[in-house]
């Protein structure tokens, strides 16, 4: 590809479940930055339409995996906690 050449990307979107699906696509140039292309889609069927994911969704899950307060959301079990429950 020439230095500033333009291309378009066509990307076909099936879903086989119903459910979001999201993918980060990255593309590498020499001498360039680093560019990407969040891909977001839902899929759904006449009885289940899930939430709409949006790229706010994405963008709020990668600040809280950055910052690590992820870990405070979902709860991990102790160990004690683990062997309780086999216990029972």
Request: overall charge positive; hydrophobic content about 40%; some cysteine.
């Amino acid at each position: 590809m020439n230095a500033k050449s333009e291309f378009r990307v066509v990307v076909k979107f099936i879903p086989r479940n119903t459910m979001n699906y999201y993918e980060r696509v990255y593309c590498i140039g020499r001498n360039h930055t680093l560019m990407y292309i969040d891909l977001i889609g839902n899929g759904y069927d006449l009885l289940i339409k899930p939430m709409q994911l949006t790229q706010r969704h994405i963008n709020v899950f990668r600040k809280k995996v950055i910052d690590g307060s992820w870990d405070m959301i979902i709860k991990k079990p102790k160990k004690s906690e683990i062997f309780a429950s086999k216990v029972k």
